[in-house]
């Protein structure tokens, strides 16, 4: 039997919102990764599911296009539906809906399935052999590799806060967005949306780990390396790419 899209609307809040009113890209994939888990709870294969089995679901990408955000106390509408099979996991596509009703963002994330305690991958099929699938894409990606960041214009560093840490115990990854536009000039955002995201997670970051983002930028396209830094361990942990409106 084939899934079927889940819908539900969302308020904006003035606090979710940026300073130029734009609803924080941070929040908009936190509520993504809600409305995800709400949907998978509704098929039976929810968080609870899959933990019971001895499994995780872990984002592997996400691609982004966005029209325009979101703004301070608008009523948008949220679609998502798991749009195609992979061997060890899914591609999860969303719509957002303005409150006018025009498309205003869309999204494909990939999803890997693991066994949790090895942190390895894990066939879909042998360990949840009745997961639906609507064949539909929003976004028509192969999440193509990103490139390396080779030269690097903007860089800063900080540590892992408690607060980014979710319930698998490392960085969510609604958080490695944020982190990315923290080496992009202010004034540069002040004037500037995003337009199209792609991020590539690599590693898991963990609480107190020391971090350093390196940034190139090619006019409207910023390019990011999100790494840990001063210790036996040092790591890529994700690379993005944003083209700017």
Request: with cysteine; aromatic share 10%; proline share 4%.
């Amino acid at each position: 039997m084939p899934a079927t899209k889940y819908s539900c609307e969302y308020h904006v809040r003035s606090y979710e919102c940026d300073r130029n009113n734009n609803l924080r890209i941070l929040t908009l994939m936190n509520i993504l990764q809600d409305i995800a888990d709400n949907h998978a709870k509704a098929m039976g294969l929810g968080i609870e599911y899959v933990m019971s089995r001895g499994l995780a679901w872990v984002g592997s990408n996400y691609v982004l296009n966005i029209e325009r955000l979101p703004k301070m106390h608008e009523t948008i509408r949220i679609e998502t539906w798991p749009a195609e099979e992979r061997k060890l996991g899914v591609v999860r596509d969303f719509e957002v809906f303005g409150e006018d009703g025009k498309s205003i963002i869309r999204a494909s994330s990939l999803w890997i399935l693991i066994d949790y305690r090895k942190k390895r991958p894990v066939s879909l099929r042998d360990n949840i052999s009745d997961y639906a699938i609507l064949p539909e894409r929003v976004i028509k990606t192969d999440f193509p590799k990103l490139p390396e960041v080779e030269r690097v214009d903007e860089e800063t560093k900080f540590r892992v806060r408690f607060d980014d840490i979710d319930m698998n115990r490392h960085v969510n990854n609604a958080v490695y967005f944020l982190w990315a536009c923290e080496a992009v000039d202010p004034e540069f955002r002040l004037e500037h949306d995003p337009k199209h995201i792609e991020i590539s997670f690599k590693k898991e970051g963990h609480m107190g780990e020391k971090i350093r983002v390196s940034t190139q930028c090619e006019g409207l396209h910023t390019f990011h390396s999100i790494r840990t830094y001063d210790g036996e361990d040092d790591r890529e942990l994700a690379r993005v790419y944003i083209e700017w409106a």
